[in-house]
């Protein structure tokens, strides 16, 4: 039986230890920000919280992506509501990422506004007091694990792909797909790499997709273009098979349209280049 669930958001699954894979374990239990219940701190969260700060964010200087400098406390006072009124999700640390003897300078922030967005940000150091930025986590639900891991969600990404961003594929029978959404980043040397998958995760990939395909063709009304999640299940699976296997948009479209026999193939594809393309264009991965 099929039926319309909601998707959350945060995973809290993580505080104990980190995944070996990269699908989402079925009893995890999630929230939204903006949740009434009481939510549990998350790992990102401790990670920024119990963190070394800087004492002097002043005589921090940034070079930023745009070729700008600006100090440390002139970019948090950017990311607050005005000049006046501190940010209440902006916030720093310094940790040596890659075990390389030298510390990262990471800063976090949440954009506001309705699902979005986390983004962190890392800068490399290049002399006493000198950072330069190198890598940027944007849209990602993001969190950082004891191993110095990033654990990279495309649920904010993919949220309204076809249907309501609190909505999703459900399946209640025994042999139904396992969710899956997340990729393992690791920084080294001024960079963010994906954690290849492996067999087993290809072999789930393509197990979910040939489960998918076999679903009832889902049409969208002209003036609601949703469905019942079954579009974004697909576009999850696609995405984190693009990143773990070589980011092969070919070898992804052969396994799309394998997969995906429906008459509005052409437009579902098209609308996964689409998001896939901004992806990339606001994340360093």
Same mark, same amino acid.
């Given at each position: 039986m099929q039926?319309?669930?909601?998707?959350?958001?945060?995973?809290?699954?993580?505080?104990?230890?980190?995944?070996? =894979?990269t699908q989402v374990p079925a009893d995890t239990v999630l929230f939204a920000r903006d949740s009434a219940l009481d939510i549990p701190t998350d790992p990102t969260t401790i990670?920024? =919280?119990?963190?070394?700060?800087?004492?002097?964010p002043g005589k921090i200087l940034l070079m930023l992506k745009d070729g700008k400098t600006r100090s440390l406390s002139a970019l948090m006072k950017r990311f607050a509501p005005d000049e006046n009124t501190p940010s209440l999700y902006a916030d720093h640390v310094f940790c040596d990422m890659d075990n390389d003897g030298k510390k990262e300078l990471l800063i976090s922030n949440f954009t506001g506004g309705a699902h979005c967005c986390d983004e962190i940000y890392v800068f490399t150091y290049m002399a006493p007091g000198k950072y330069r930025q190198t890598v940027k986590l944007f849209a990602g639900n993001t969190i950082i694990t004891k191993e110095k891991e990033f654990i990279y969600d495309f649920h904010e990404q993919f949220g309204y792909f076809f249907t309501?961003?609190?909505?999703?594929?459900?399946?209640?029978?025994?042999?139904?797909?396992?969710h899956i959404s997340t990729i393992l980043l690791r920084y080294h040397k001024g960079k963010m790499k994906v954690q290849p998958g492996d067999p087993e995760l290809k072999t789930l990939i393509l197990d979910n997709l040939d489960k998918l395909g076999e679903q009832p063709y889902q049409p969208l009304e002209e003036d609601i273009a949703q469905d019942n999640g079954l579009r974004k299940e697909i576009a999850l699976n696609l995405v984190v098979y693009y990143y773990s296997f070589g980011k092969n948009l070919a070898g992804t479209l052969q396994l799309f349209y394998k997969y995906y026999r429906h008459p509005d193939v052409k437009t579902t594809w098209a609308a996964f280049v689409k998001q896939l393309q901004y992806l990339q264009q606001e994340n360093d991965f």
């Open positions: 039926s319309l669930k909601i998707i959350p958001l945060l995973v809290l699954a993580v505080l104990a230890a980190t995944p070996s =894979r990670f920024f =919280r119990e963190g070394e700060k800087s004492k002097s309501c961003f609190a909505c999703g594929y459900e399946d209640s029978t025994d042999v139904a797909p396992q």
